[in-house]
């Protein structure tokens, strides 16, 4: 699911980019593991405009959701465990080896997120939903409301971060994408629900009678 939702928002990216910029190489982008490396001496080509996932938070404000669903038209109750809420840093990154390139890249894509910074089901082209899904339907995002916001990091973060990619930095931007959940579809239990309550009770006396 982090890989459609994902897929999604480059779909989109590389739409936008093609619509308002034409189509030529400068601006292609794609998803890749940055630590992998650039050029000749990574496996990741230069020249492209990358979205990569760096860190995953718990949303811990949604944790204590309840464990049921209720169905009032069956008059069922689902039993199963909430979804986890999640939130990901996601970096941009404009790997082009002229630098003023770069930067112009880099811009086109923040302009983009300012201009669409929610992605849902009913906002986005619907190629953009299946172009490049995960084969596996279990794999793939049913609904979704994909969030984006600007974070803006402190240098020591920086430091930190270009530090575990390699040391080597390029122009970059961070967004945290919130707020995916994630759950299998799988029912733990189902039951009836309590639709009436029966007052009509007696108490048993010591001979035996009832009043």
Not at 82 to 106: C, D, E, G, K, R
């Amino acid at each position: 699911m982090i890989s459609h939702a994902l897929t999604i928002v480059l779909n989109e990216l590389n739409r936008h980019l093609t619509d308002n910029y034409g189509a030529d190489a400068m601006n292609a982008g794609r998803l890749g593991n940055l630590a992998e490396g650039f050029g000749s001496g990574g496996i990741n080509p230069r020249d492209v405009l990358y979205l990569s996932l760096v860190n995953i938070k718990e949303e811990k404000t949604l944790k204590n959701l309840p464990h049921y669903t209720r169905n009032d038209m069956t008059l069922r109750a689902l039993y199963e465990n909430p979804p986890t809420f999640l939130n990901f840093q996601i970096l941009v990154v404009a790997s082009h080896s002229n630098y003023t390139n770069a930067l112009l890249m880099l811009s086109r894509a923040i302009r983009f997120f300012q201009a669409q910074n929610v992605f849902t089901q009913d906002t986005v082209d619907p190629a953009s939903i299946t172009a490049n899904a995960p084969g596996n339907a279990l794999d793939q995002l049913e609904s979704f409301k994909l969030i984006f916001d600007l974070y803006s990091p402190t240098m020591e973060e920086v430091n930190h971060l270009w530090g575990t990619l390699g040391g080597k930095q390029y122009p970059f931007v961070i967004y945290i994408l919130r707020m995916l959940d994630l759950r299998f579809r799988a029912v733990q239990s189902e039951s009836g629900l309590i639709t009436e309550i029966d007052h009509d009770f007696r108490h048993k006396t010591g001979t035996g009678d009832y009043l």
